[in-house]
């Protein structure tokens, strides 16, 4: 089977959804050995073996998984005239995980709904309300409960709680404890994936193996991704610093680029300014004109000054009073005023005045 077909196997696993750490973990590792060769998966499921045990009457048939392969290794029976397959020893080399698997029908499930504010003590909340939640005492059964995922903040609880008399499955708990062989968790068909009715102390203590399976499937996987992504990863950026050294000369030259039609821009709007002010600038000589044609014969200009459109005039007129009105009609003169009184002369008895004015008649007006 090719890479890419175990991986159309993913959508094919169980969507059950994980209720703590180890059901994470549970599904992370299959969706990880549906990637890994043929050889390396049957080498994992080798190494993480379990024994089922499911009761029937007084004689339990015995089945080992290995991986999703179920194969049938023999009977157990509550005397000791049937004997406990040596694979299933915990002398053996590796031994399984021993499951036992109660029936259905013996198993009462329910739901019930708690206060919120009870999740951080919920497996003594439960020891202590179980007379109330179910028609038995904690000591006659033994139960699980797992607590279904809400929405944050709700404020209640909702916890499925599964029961099984102690007595149904205490006799072959007991029955392979005296054959050598404790069970490690008492589950039944449609448990979910963390779901152990054995109480935790009562539940054998595995050795420890630091080299185990598993660590070595995960270091080999992140070995195996490391490889996979560095190449890649270190080609990307070779490619990355490449065009970002190119990046770095076109915008170099884009800057250039960008300074010198700046400064053409800058002497275009400086000619234009000047030609466009020296178009809009007053002509002087119709303003000559203008104070030539309008002035009477008895009046003359003895200092004319101009400074961006304002014009100041002094001189002399035998009626200066009325100058104001002549300059006013002309086109292009406002803000026609004397800048100080009117004076007489006494030598030629005419009036000397101060006037400014403003003329904005621009050229071809």
């Keep these: ?5 175990r991986l159309k196997l993913l959508g094919q696993l169980p969507s059950a959804p994980a209720s703590g750490l180890d059901d994470i973990y549970r599904i992370v590792r299959r969706l990880l050995v549906v990637c890994l060769p043929v050889p390396v998966r049957r080498f994992l499921a080798r190494r993480d073996r379990r024994l089922i045990i499911e009761p029937d009457a007084s004689t339990a048939h015995l089945f080992l998984m290995t991986g999703e392969d179920r194969e049938p290794v023999g009977e157990l029976g509550l005397d000791a005239a049937i004997p406990l397959p040596e694979i299933a020893r915990s002398g053996h080399e590796r031994a399984p995980t021993r499951v036992l698997i109660i ?6 499930t329910r739901s019930v709904s708690l206060p919120a504010q009870v999740r951080a003590n ?51 708990v007991q029955r392979m404890r005296d054959a050598g062989a404790p069970i490690d968790r008492i589950a039944w068909e449609g448990a979910w994936p963390s779901a152990n009715l054995l109480p935790t102390a009562e539940r054998p203590k ?25 190449g890649p990863i270190w080609q990307q950026k070779r490619t990355a610093d490449a065009l970002d050294a190119e990046v770095r000369r076109a915008r170099v030259e884009a800057v250039a680029v960008d300074d010198l039609r700046q400064e053409l821009e800058r002497a275009r709007l400086g000619s234009t300014a000047v030609l466009q ?25 003895q200092t004319l000054d101009y400074n961006n459109g304002q014009v100041e005039l002094r001189g002399e007129s ?6 104001i009105a002549l300059l006013e009609e002309a086109p292009g003169i406002d803000e026609v005023s004397f800048r100080s009184p009117v004076t007489q002369v006494p030598q030629t008895g005419k009036e000397r005045f101060n006037i400014s004015l403003r003329f904005t008649r621009a050229r071809g007006e």
């Design 318 to 323: 035998g009626q200066a009073t009325a100058l």
């Design 1 to 5: 089977m090719s890479l890419s077909d």
């Design 277 to 301: 002010q020296k178009r809009d600038e007053p002509n002087i000589l119709v303003l000559l004109r203008e104070l030539s044609d309008r002035i009477p014969d008895d009046t003359w200009i």
């Design 122 to 172: 919920l497996p003594q909340v439960i020891r202590y309300e179980l007379d109330r939640l179910s028609p038995f005492q904690p000591g006659d059964v033994l139960y699980d409960f797992l607590a279904k995922p809400g929405p944050k903040g709700a404020p209640r609880l909702r916890v499925e709680l599964a029961l099984c008399r102690r007595d149904l499955a205490s006799v072959w």
């Design 206 to 230: 595995r050795r420890l193996d630091p080299f185990s399976a598993d660590k070595l499937l995960w270091a080999a996987v992140v070995l195996l991704l490391a490889v996979a992504l560095v």
């Design 103 to 108: 029936p259905r029908e013996d198993i009462l």
